[in-house]
């Protein structure tokens, strides 16, 4: 098992930044790739960056690609992800997820966090 506990979530107004973060206990942290996931009210749950058990390897979904950052500190067993530029329609409940395959489909992910909520005002 992996409990995951997301945190930094808030209210900003357009054009801001958050940095969320994910602290991880359970098993090996660096054994997981770690993702992002959000979803907005009425929407589905959709991916937003992932980030590779080493930390190396990155990828993002084109609506975030140049403003968000995913990283990861194995020693603290914590993924980030910042977010800057941000823009309304970011508003959603952000989640963090671990699972043992890189990737960006939701279903690869077996360990999720319960959330936290970014409110973007225009």
């Known amino acids: 098992q992996v409990q995951l506990v997301e945190s930094g979530g808030g209210l900003v107004q357009d054009g801001g930044s958050l940095r969320l973060s994910c602290a991880a206990s359970?098993?090996?942290?660096?054994?997981?790739?770690m993702g992002w996931f959000r979803q907005a009210p009425g929407g589905e749950r959709e991916f937003v960056a992932a980030?590779?058990?080493?930390?190396?390897?990155?990828r993002y979904a084109d609506s975030v690609k140049g403003r968000f950052t995913i990283s990861r500190d194995n020693a603290k067993n914590t993924v980030y992800v910042q977010m800057n530029s941000l823009k309304p329609e970011d508003t959603a409940v952000y989640y963090c997820a671990a699972g043992r395959s890189f990737s960006t489909r939701r279903v690869d992910y077996d360990y999720w966090g319960q959330g936290t909520q970014v409110t973007v005002s225009s």
């Open positions: 980030v590779s058990g080493s930390g190396l390897t990155t």
């Open positions: 359970g098993r090996t942290f660096s054994n997981y790739a």
